[in-house]
Structures are given as structure tokens and as C-alpha cells.
């Protein structure tokens, strides 16, 4: 009868403990208590109401980092969104932001999916990758039986993650946090947060680093669906591989992806480049920007 009491009482206390985590992170300020910009950048898209964008931009940090609503904006004339989130949530989600951004907001008349080549490649279970940033977005803004089932069928992503919250949350990392304040000064940060657009405060790299992990065959399955279904709403769909380093030694094997995409991967200066050969410095950015603008472009003409 002990053991059985004593087992009960671990339960509810195990419960009560993932419950104060998902609480926490739902709270309105948790992205703002998470000191990395990429997560406050992900949380902006989904205060997106009524702005209905004429292109949406969705894709990876690639995107993220890489698209600037703004340029695109300039160079086309027409009102622009970034929703982008990082790998690991398009790796997990698939277009799960883009439908949620649908729910506010109309059409848009063009959607650029914009992935980063290793990305086609990344196997889909939150047991396979950093978890995090997924959950956070299936736990704040898609809650339903949907989430509480894949999240039970990955217990230990799912405990991992209310851990960190609930560290974020009464026991943060001063030093760590200190670091990203320091990079990223408020109005920095508060600008992106409100942009859905990032470039980190890095210089600019001068070589290319470790070639790229590619843990599965090329998937193209969840890219081709999503093509097809937003097209048979009218939308204009553009699926792009992210510009890469001219240095990248991968880049042959990323030949295999031009029957799925629009364009890419195109090969830039390494120099246009700061963090992980994938994120863009600002002069890179409006390149790709630019980039991104053409197609739009020649879209229209036609």
C-alpha cells in the first residue's frame, strides 16, 4: 500500500511539474525570457492578423536571416511577410505556420518557400532533433489533440523542453543571458521581434565550415504536397534552395534537388555569409533579397 501511495504521489507531482512547464510556456512573455533572437523572431508571425500580405516568405533560419520583407517589399511593390522559423520547426511542423497565419490573414498571391539544402534531407521526428523551438510552437499556438499526442509519443523531447522552460523560467543562466543581451541590445531586438527578420551581429565569414550532416535521402514529399495544395488555392508557389558559399564542398550533391525547386542553390562570395555558412550578413541578405524579388517578377511578366 506504501509503494502504491508513494507512486501515486510521484505521478502527481510529475504531472503538477509538466504542467507549471507548459504554463510557463504559454505565458505571454516566455519569448521574451528566451534569450536567443530567433526565438522571439519565430513568436512574431502569429501576431500577424489581418496584415494580409501579398508574398509570404516561409522557410528556414536560411530564410529567416536571408529574406527581408522590407527590400522584397521595395523591389516589388507588394506588401510582404516573413514567417520563417528555424530548421528544426520546418523539419517538425512542415507548413503548420503557414496554415496558422492563414487563419488570420487571406491569401497571399505569392508564397516562397525558402529552405536551406540541407533541410530536404533532415529526418522529421522530435526524438531526431533539437526539439525546443517546435514545441514551443506547437504548445503556444496550435494547442489541441494534435500536439498532446505527438507530444506524448516523444516523452523525452517533451520533458526536455518543460525543463528548460521551467529553467528559464526560475533558474535562467545570468551569463548566458548576459552573452545575447550584449549582442542583441533591446530596440535590436525588439525590431526583429516585430519583423520577422534577423541577421546576426557577426562579421562576415572568410572560409567555409565542416561540410553540412545529411541524415536521410532527400525528402520532397512535404514540400511537393504543400506546392499542391496552396496552388490549387491560387496561390503562386515558389520553392527555393538557399544561396550557398561558392566554397561549400556539398555543393554538387545539392544538384539533385533542382527537379523539386524553383532555383537554387545558387552559389555566392563566402563573404556574404556570418554564421553556419547559411545565415547572411546584411549585404547578404539583400542579395538574396534581390534574388528572391526577380522571381517574383518574372512571375508577373508571364
Known amino acids: ?57 516561409y522557410g528556414d533560419s536560411s530564410a529567416m536571416t536571408g529574406v527581408d520583407p522590407v527590400r522584397l517589399e521595395a523591389l516589388t511593390h507588394h506588401k510582404t511577410c516573413n514567417i520563417s522559423q528555424t530548421q528544426p520547426t520546418v523539419v517538425a511542423t512542415g507548413t503548420l505556420a503557414i496554415d496558422l497565419y492563414l487563419k488570420q490573414n487571406t491569401l497571399p498571391k505569392y508564397l516562397v518557400i525558402q529552405l536551406a539544402p540541407e533541410t530536404f534531407y533532415q529526418p522529421h521526428g522530435l526524438d531526431t532533433l533539437a526539439g525546443f523551438d517546435p514545441i514551443m510552437l506547437m504548445l503556444r499556438h496550435d494547442p489541441g489533440h494534435a500536439t498532446t499526442k505527438k507530444l506524448l509519443q516523444n516523452p523525452l523531447p517533451t520533458l526536455r523542453f518543460l525543463s528548460l522552460a521551467l529553467q528559464d523560467r526560475y533558474w535562467p543562466n545570468r551569463a548566458y543571458e548576459a552573452s545575447f543581451l550584449e549582442l542583441y541590445k533591446r530596440p535590436i531586438a525588439d525590431y526583429y521581434s516585430h519583423s520577422g ?41 515558389l520553392v527555393l534552395a538557399s544561396p550557398i558559399p561558392e566554397c561549400d564542398s556539398q555543393r554538387e550533391i545539392y544538384r539533385n534537388l533542382a527537379p523539386h525547386v524553383d532555383g537554387g542553390p545558387l552559389t555566392l562570395p563566402v563573404g556574404l555569409f556570418n554564421d553556419s555558412d547559411r545565415h547572411y550578413t546584411r549585404e547578404g541578405s539583400d542579395t538574396v533579397s534581390a534574388m528572391v524579388a526577380q522571381k517574383i517578377l518574372a512571375l508577373e511578366a508571364h
Not at 507531482?13 to 510556456?25: C, K, P
Not at 567555409?208 to 495544395?229: H, Y
Open 197 to 237: 527578420f534577423l541577421t546576426l551581429p557577426k562579421p562576415a565569414e572568410t572560409a567555409c565550415g565542416e561540410p553540412k550532416p545529411l541524415g536521410a535521402p532527400e525528402d520532397f514529399g512535404w514540400i511537393d504536397e504543400a506546392r499542391t495544395r496552396y496552388s490549387a488555392m491560387g496561390v503562386k508557389v
Open 1 to 57: 500500500m506504501t509503494t502504491l501511495l508513494l507512486l501515486v504521489a510521484a505521478l502527481c507531482v510529475g504531472v503538477g511539474v509538466a504542467y507549471a512547464g507548459i504554463l510557463v510556456a504559454r505565458s505571454a512573455g516566455f519569448p521574451q525570457r528566451v534569450f536567443t533572437p530567433y526565438n522571439q523572431v519565430e513568436n512574431y508571425p502569429f501576431s500577424l492578423n489581418h496584415e494580409d500580405c501579398e508574398i509570404l516568405i
